[in-house]
């Protein structure tokens, strides 16, 4: 969706564009940058980051997702990104009952993102994250992701600049 929108939206714009969701990497950052965001927002990257507010264990969980561990769900209210676990799985079994969107609410009513991704209650909170999950494999110092991701801009910058495919 990222890489469909940015150059949609950059053409509709004069103002500067941050591009966000599914950037976790200086790769992703150049990416993003090349369709014509002037910027970019990691939002999941810093989740696991020392500093967050994020409870341990939820940041332990999400750093031990796996690829494909996410699944948008919640359209109807507002789209989410979870991991399963049983509140997952609680709302997929009010989708295959044909719950109302007020039956969707009850099910979300309960504080559960709090619960989940706040408090640290892996099996009745909401554990909300996105794609880029399947990438994180560690908790680090925010200055510390800054720079890795710095790092990995310039290098696939000069890996893009030098390659042979792109100059014909």
């Known amino acids: 969706t990222t890489l469909v929108l940015i150059p949609m939206v950059r053409a509709a714009i004069d103002v500067p564009l941050i591009?966000?969701?599914g950037i976790g990497s200086g790769q992703a950052m150049?990416?993003?940058?090349?369709?014509?965001?002037d910027g970019v927002q990691l939002g999941s990257r810093f989740v696991c980051s020392e500093e967050s507010s994020?409870?341990?264990?939820?940041k332990q969980r999400v750093v031990a997702a796996?690829?494909?561990?996410?699944v948008l769900t919640l359209k109807e209210l507002a789209p989410v990104r979870l991991i399963r676990n049983?509140?997952?799985q609680q709302v997929q079994e009010a989708y295959a009952r044909c719950a109302t969107t007020e039956q969707l609410k009850e099910v979300l009513g309960r504080a559960r993102a709090k619960r989940?991704?706040?408090?640290?209650?892996l099996d009745e909170g909401e554990l909300e994250i996105g794609q880029v999950?399947?990438?994180l494999r560690d908790i680090l110092p925010a200055a510390t992701i800054v720079r890795q991701v710095m790092d990995e801009y310039r290098s696939a910058r000069k890996e893009l600049l030098d390659a042979p495919r792109f100059h014909a």
């Open 86 to 88: 049983p509140f997952f």
């Open 116 to 121: 989940g991704m706040f408090e640290g209650d």
């Open 54 to 58: 994020a409870h341990p264990a939820f």
């Open 66 to 70: 796996g690829e494909g561990e996410t």
């Open 19 to 21: 591009a966000a969701g």
């Open 133 to 135: 999950s399947g990438q």
């Open 30 to 37: 150049l990416a993003a940058m090349v369709l014509g965001a």
